[in-house]
């Protein structure tokens, strides 16, 4: 069974404190890794997918990597702005219909 | 523009009556998805579409019904038989849900939040 844990559950940071958010990965063949951002009382927006150990991608404050076993978003210098919680999933390659796999996510607070 | 659009935001469902939830893509995306998200749990798959009049369960599709009778339309009705409906529900969709396909990103649409009376 594919398994998707997010640490920590919930992260404050100050304005301009660097920090990462962790996903560990259990998943029979990856096929790929998705990052979204949820803000409270809205559908998650798409962030990243990685798709294969050793890639980064990159997106204004943030950063992806993958690894055979999880996965990092690194936030640096995050302003009030970036507060949301950050979903993880996986996608196997034995799976039918795009199905993910989700963590329950991290709650990111950025005070000024 | 293009994307999903759910309606409506909020619903109220009474004791023993069945309530439908719209979802509707203007992406022109073969397959579609409803999750259902409980406070501090991750998104759960309820039933997913990969081409018109075909559909499949989920991992929690017991008390829940879905037709794909439009390419763009993917409504779920939540039954009486489910018995903890409250909850915010959630549509997606991708490019492509057949199997031999690699790596499709999935869209989500803005929510409804089912309210028990």
């Known amino acids: 069974e594919d398994q998707v844990t997010q640490s920590p559950e919930a992260l404050r940071l100050q304005e301009g404190e660097s920090s990462s958010l962790n996903c560990s990965y259990t998943?029979?063949?990856?096929?790929?890794l998705f990052w979204y951002r949820q803000d409270p009382g809205k559908g998650p927006e798409f962030l990243f997918t990685?798709?294969?150990a050793g890639e980064e991608k990159e997106k204004e404050r943030l950063k992806a990597t993958l690894t055979k076993k999880e996965s990092f978003l690194h936030i640096t210098a995050p302003k009030p702005e970036d507060s949301a919680t950050y979903l993880c999933a996986v996608q196997a390659r034995e799976t039918s219909g795009s199905r993910l796999t989700f963590g329950e996510g991290t709650q990111l607070t950025v005070n000024p | 523009d293009g994307g999903i659009t759910q309606s409506p935001k909020y619903l109220f469902r009474k004791e023993g009556q069945n309530v439908t939830l719209s979802c509707e893509q203007n992406?022109?995306?073969?397959?579609m998805y409803w999750y259902r998200q409980d406070p501090g749990q991750g998104l759960r798959l309820i039933y997913y579409?990969?081409?018109?009049?075909?559909?499949q369960k989920g991992d929690i599709a017991e008390g829940y019904s879905v037709s794909r009778e439009k390419k763009e339309s993917f409504p779920l009705t939540v039954t009486s038989a489910q018995k903890n409906p409250t909850a915010f529900y959630l549509c997606a969709s991708s490019i492509r849900g057949r199997f031999e396909v690699a790596q499709e990103t999935q869209y989500f649409g803005p929510g409804t939040r089912l309210l028990v009376l």
């Open positions: 990685l798709y294969s």
């Open positions: 579409s990969q081409i018109v009049n075909d559909f």
């Open positions: 992406l022109n995306h073969d397959a």
């Open positions: 998943v029979s063949g990856l096929r790929g």
